[in-house]
């Protein structure tokens, strides 16, 4: 399908990244630098420098002009100062500002599965239950509100993806922290398009795609049925290429139909999306 007429991929972005070392980060952004002018600045985020500076390395092979900025980020760090400083220090390291933009994307990629050893009745270590809502909960908020603090300019387009799952919307017996983690996360990100009509809000739910995630999906989760469903979508060849979902996030993006604050599955028919919004407006 034909790109809108304001495709964002057309106008010089600052894009942020979270969890950009692997995966589906990786993914995104390596096809997300691909579609954007080459002016524009990638701050691509996780924990491991080492494979971040893989991925920018891999990313000017084929767009050599693009600045890319790679920053150590702990998500469930919840220090105060790293994320009141977190952009700033990006800024002045590469000598912009948020004028120099015409538009802010940020991607809300990573996550973790918090616990899938365990059913519900047995979340009882304090760590464990506090660590999983620090990082895929308080400090993607944290950091959520940060990148809106620096591009406060509402006259610009501002852009947050979710990459949010199916979880968040079906429950799946030994995922109740990943669960509800993503509920919160979809919620949060509903609240925050209802609140702020100029922001463009998406949940996107990917599929099921090759990634470590995945593999500790069939690999480590407790509940027998659940992980022999991981097991048979693996060896029936049923999982999804990372790249294939986000082409279609891209393609998503670039249609700019869905309704902000949705949650759209890779499976659904876009179309559909489509004509639900144009019926509801
Ligand atoms: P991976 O486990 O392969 O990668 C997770 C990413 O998150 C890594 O880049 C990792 O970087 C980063 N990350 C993990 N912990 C932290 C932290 N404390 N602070 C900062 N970054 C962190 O996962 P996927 O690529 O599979 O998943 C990416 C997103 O897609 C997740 O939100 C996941 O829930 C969602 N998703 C995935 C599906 C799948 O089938 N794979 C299906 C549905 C949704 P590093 O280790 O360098 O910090």
Do not use: W
């Not at 004028?99 to 047995?122: C, M, P, R, W």
Request: hydrophobic share 40%; aromatic share 8%.
């Amino acid at each position: 399908m034909a790109a809108a007429a304001n495709d964002m991929f057309s106008r010089k972005a600052c894009v942020v990244i979270t969890g950009a070392s692997r995966g589906l980060g990786k993914s995104v952004a390596k096809i997300f630098a691909s579609k954007f002018p080459s002016t524009s600045l990638f701050i691509l985020l996780s924990r491991n420098v080492s494979n971040l500076d893989v991925v920018k390395s891999e990313i000017l092979e084929n767009n050599p002009n693009l600045t890319i900025a790679v920053k150590k980020f702990d998500q469930g760090n919840l220090d105060q100062t790293i994320y009141d400083t977190l952009f700033d220090s990006v800024f002045k390291e590469y000598n912009v500002t948020a004028d120099d933009f015409e538009q802010s994307v940020i991607v809300h990629n990573a996550g973790t599965l918090g616990d899938n050893t365990k059913y519900a009745s047995d979340l009882s270590d304090v760590q464990t239950v506090q660590a999983n809502f620090d990082m895929n909960v308080s400090g993607m908020i944290l950091l959520n509100s940060q990148f809106l603090k620096k591009f406060s300019n509402s006259s610009k387009g501002r852009s947050v993806v979710h990459i949010s799952s199916l979880v968040a919307i079906q429950p799946v017996p030994s995922f109740s922290l990943y669960c509800t983690g993503k509920a919160a996360r979809d919620m949060f990100f509903r609240v925050m398009a209802v609140e702020n009509p100029s922001i463009r809000v998406l949940n996107y739910a990917p599929g099921p795609c090759e990634t470590d995630m995945q593999r500790a999906c069939r690999e480590d989760t407790l509940d027998r049925t659940t992980r022999d469903m991981f097991q048979a979508m693996h060896t029936e060849g049923n999982t999804l290429d990372c790249d294939t979902s986000i082409n279609k996030l891209v393609e998503l993006l670039q249609q700019d139909q869905y309704d902000s604050g949705a949650h759209i599955d890779f499976f659904d028919d876009i179309g559909g999306h489509i004509a639900k919004a144009k019926l509801d407006s």
